[in-house]
């Protein structure tokens, strides 16, 4: 095969070359593998997200016989996916769930996606680091937890996933400073505007990171710059695991089973180890034997299925007799502020991933708070950009005024770490979804350093967009990126899993996603749930997961 | 400068009448007002891929018929949209059909406040709740309120002050963040909307080269020129359209 692409192409991942330069489709779809249900596999994995998929891949490598359950279904971007804001419907995840707290969280398009890819089918495309700090806030901040890894044990992971993304940005100096792959993305007109704006208020903004493709990338095409990133990608430009571990790990014999949805991880209790999942398909019930179960459901759906896998040795869920599944799920604060300036800015090209600093990052005594936030572009489609019209009132004659003034705006937005909290968590409500299962329950309240960090953060934007010479801002307070609900942790009394992923009290049961995080940083959470994954798989050296 | 350079336009700086806005003379926008009187996205459905074509041709000529709201509803609910769009004339966008299929479809958005029924019950109970204020004025249906009542009603919803009967069932407030939401997606998903905004609309497979900066250039050449002048007849006159 003749391996076109940049300096720095991936080494054990085909995915870029297994794809077609024209057809957005997977093209080795024939030669997947199919398991029969009565032969037992050597990894089932729940959910073919970031974590799910990227794992599948690297054990596959290592000759693992793999079976992926993913509720949604297997995507074709040139049939499935559309250049529409409304139409993009089918990629988020919208069955019921039930929000509360003081300050509920909204979910569907704003937090879950579904279907083979995970979220990150739609995800916006930034990849930044974590930051050596974010592992041990306690130590140094003596706020939350510290991990039971550090920075470093993944270090080698970051580099290896970046690569397969791959990632476009300038030089990174903040945390541990880093090159990328694929160099920065021209930026438009509405991104130089913050970039300038940040400047004069002395703040610093870099290029990136992305995971779009800037230049050749195996069959993988350059982006065309047409703003669609949230919708799903129809070039196959922006990275998801269907285009960017999918196709390596059905050329290594992994079967993805869509439309299958997990409501069950079966213990045997007498051994006290999962035998395997029930799962629905088609309206009828499953049951698919493993040696060992990874669940990969993303922070509301792995807690759930937990939850709801109730055994004699686990009356309250599997992996819950220290009452810790469906706690410490976290949100970051993600306020955004819209700015308004003379000239046009025309949101809707380019990427909205553009440009961002993490000058803030870090602990500031100063100002009144523990851990910081990050700063980016965004750019809302016309839907989205009501929201941010209606979050401050306007309805009638006002809201269709400042509809019609859209293109003379450009919007920044925040990333706030906010800290884990025991009541923010997934419960099992009363309500029951299509297959049986009760629905979750989400309650999310914010403590006093989230208020204060959002404020402080929300007021740096003001000031970059007066010191821009804005002529009007509009503000919308929202969250993103959920994690947590399983966190990896040092003893079995404060966390769901240990430093391997591996449930406490269950041999062959682990957790790989978003869920495992003990803290969120203020970094977007996609790279270091694929690098979690990636340096997971390098721990199981051999198929003895016992 | 160009009239929409400045921001005295803006509804944060007073009241801003649309009947001054420049005529749209080409393609239609609701109200056919708007900031780009000679772009049509539907002029440009032939670079849209297939499936994005279907979608969105099929959303402006297949308007979906009612099937969840009933006859006493409809009017009622009409109205109200009209009023939170401010769309008191043709054309309209026929925003209460498009929330009638996601409902009748049970097509939700992924959650429900703790203090919520469905979103479809929240609808119900809203065209309930807004008759009951008609007939506190001794009208049988929202829908036959003058426009300054409706808006003094829309209005206190938008507050969370409207009190008893259906409105003691929910949330008040809540349920205006659940309905404006439904009404601002069906709308802004219509390319009438998109003419009126200047949006580009699809954008696959022929991308942007252009992007709004003075190194990539400005913009490509079909897309929306925002009108130099207010006074769509003058701005006519001038390029001699007529
Ligand atoms: C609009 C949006 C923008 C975002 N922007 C960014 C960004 O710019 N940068 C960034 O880093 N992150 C971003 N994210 C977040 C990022 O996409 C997620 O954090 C990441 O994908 C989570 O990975 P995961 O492996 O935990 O779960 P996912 O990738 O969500 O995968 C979970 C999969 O499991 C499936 N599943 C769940 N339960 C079951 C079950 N019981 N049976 C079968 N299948 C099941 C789901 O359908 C899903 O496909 C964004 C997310 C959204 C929605
Ligand atoms: S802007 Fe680029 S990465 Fe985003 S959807 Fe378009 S082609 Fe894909």
């Not at chain 1, 139409?87 to 569907?108: E, F, H, K, L, S």
């Not at chain 2, 003379?25 to 772009?39: E, I, S």
């Amino acid at each position: 095969m003749l391996k076109t692409g940049s300096f720095a192409m991936p080494e054990a991942n085909d995915s870029p070359f297994l794809l077609d330069m024209h057809e957005r489709g997977l093209q080795n779809l024939d030669r997947m593998a199919r398991y029969d249900e009565k032969e037992t596999v050597d990894l089932l994995v729940i959910g073919a997200g970031a974590g799910g998929v990227t794992l599948a891949q690297r054990l596959a490598r290592k000759g693992w016989r793999i079976v992926i359950l993913e509720k949604g279904p297997l995507w074709d971007p040139d049939r499935d996916w559309v250049s529409d804001e409304k139409g993009a419907g089918p990629i988020y995840w919208t069955d019921n769930r039930i929000i509360g707290g003081t300050d509920p969280i909204q979910m569907g398009k704003n937090n879950s996606g579904v279907g083979v890819g995970g979220s990150m089918t739609h995800f916006a495309g930034y990849v930044p680091r974590f930051h050596p700090s974010d592992f041990e806030v306690r130590s140094r901040d003596g706020v939350a937890v510290d991990w039971p890894i550090s920075y470093w044990d993944l270090k080698a992971s970051f580099e290896r996933v970046e690569r397969e993304l791959p990632v476009a940005g300038q030089r990174w100096p903040w945390g541990d400073p880093h090159d990328y792959p694929h160099k920065p993305h021209p930026i438009a007109g509405a991104a130089a505007k913050a970039w300038q704006g940040a400047k004069d208020c002395g703040i610093e903004m870099r290029v990136g990171p992305v995971s779009i493709t800037n230049g050749v990338f195996g069959n993988r095409p350059h982006c065309i710059y047409r703003g669609f990133c949230l919708q799903g990608c129809k070039v196959n430009a922006k990275a998801s695991p269907l285009i960017t571990h999918l196709p390596d790990a059905i050329e290594h014999g992994v079967e993805v089973r869509a439309d299958s949805m997990a409501i069950r991880v079966e213990l045997d209790d007498a051994s006290g180890r999962v035998s395997g999942v029930t799962y629905v398909h088609d309206g009828q019930e499953h049951f698919q034997p493993a040696d060992a179960v990874a669940v990969c459901g993303y922070a509301i759906e792995t807690p759930r299925l937990l939850l709801n896998s109730t055994s004699r040795r686990f009356p309250h869920g599997l992996a819950n007799n220290s009452d810790q599944v469906g706690r410490y799920v976290m949100v970051q604060g993600a306020t955004q502020v819209a700015a308004r300036f003379p000239e046009l800015m025309r949101m809707y090209k380019a990427p909205p991933p553009e440009v961002s600093s993490e000058q803030f990052y870090e602990t500031d005594e100063s100002r009144g708070f523990a851990r910081g936030f990050s700063i980016q572009t965004v750019s809302p489609l016309p839907i989205a950009w009501a929201e941010h019209v209606t979050a401050e009132g306007h309805w009638g004659l006002a809201l269709r005024e400042y509809m019609r003034d859209w293109n003379h705006w450009t919007v920044l937005g925040v990333l706030c770490e906010l800290m884990p909290q025991p009541e923010n968590r997934v419960t099992l409500a009363d309500q029951k979804d299509q297959f049986g299962m009760p629905v979750a329950s989400f309650s999310h309240s914010l403590c006093d350093n989230d208020k204060a960090n959002i404020a402080y953060a929300t007021k740096v934007m003001q000031e970059i967009w007066s010191g821009a010479e804005a002529q009007d801002t509009l503000k919308i307070d929202r969250y993103a990126h959920l994690v947590g609900g399983c966190r990896m942790g040092s003893t079995p009394e404060e966390s769901v899993v240990d430093s391997s992923h591996r449930a406490w009290d269950v041999p062959n049961l682990f957790v790989v996603d978003g869920s495992v995080l003990p803290t969120e940083g203020a970094a977007n959470p996609a790279l270091v749930i694929m690098a979690l994954a990636d340096r997971f798989a390098t721990l199981l050296e051999e198929k003895n997961v016992a | 400068m160009k009239p929409f350079q400045d921001a005295e336009h803006l509804p944060s700086r007073g009241t801003w009448d649309p009947s001054q806005l420049p005529r749209q003379r080409k393609g239609k926008t609701p109200q056919m007002h708007g900031r780009y009187p000679d772009y049509d996205v539907l002029a440009e459905v032939d670079h849209w891929d297939d499936v994005t074509r279907k979608l969105v041709v099929g959303r402006v000529e297949n308007v979906p018929p009612y099937r969840f709201f009933g006859e006493r509803e409809v009017p009622t609910l009409e109205a109200f949209c009209d009023c939170l769009t401010a769309q008191d004339d043709e054309p309209r966008i026929p925003v209460l059909a498009y929330v009638d299929e996601k409902l009748f479809e049970n097509d939700g958005d992924g959650y429900q406040y703790f203090d919520m029924p469905t979103d479809q019950e929240t609808w119900r109970t809203v065209a309930r709740g807004l008759d009951d204020e008609a007939a506190k004025l001794g009208r049988d249906s929202f829908a036959v309120l003058v426009a300054h009542e409706q808006h003094e009603v829309v209005h206190r919803f938008d507050q969370g002050e409207l009190y008893g009967g259906a409105w003691a069932t929910f949330n008040v407030s809540r349920a205006w963040s659940i309905v404006v939401r439904y009404v601002c997606e069906a709308f802004y998903a219509h390319p009438w909307a998109w003419n009126e905004i200047g949006f580009g609309g699809p954008a696959y497979p022929r991308g942007y080269a252009a992007f709004g900066s003075p190194q990539l250039g400005e913009e490509e050449h079909w897309e929306a020129k925002e009108a130099v002048d207010v006074d769509a007849m003058q701005d006519t006159q001038r390029k001699g359209l007529d």
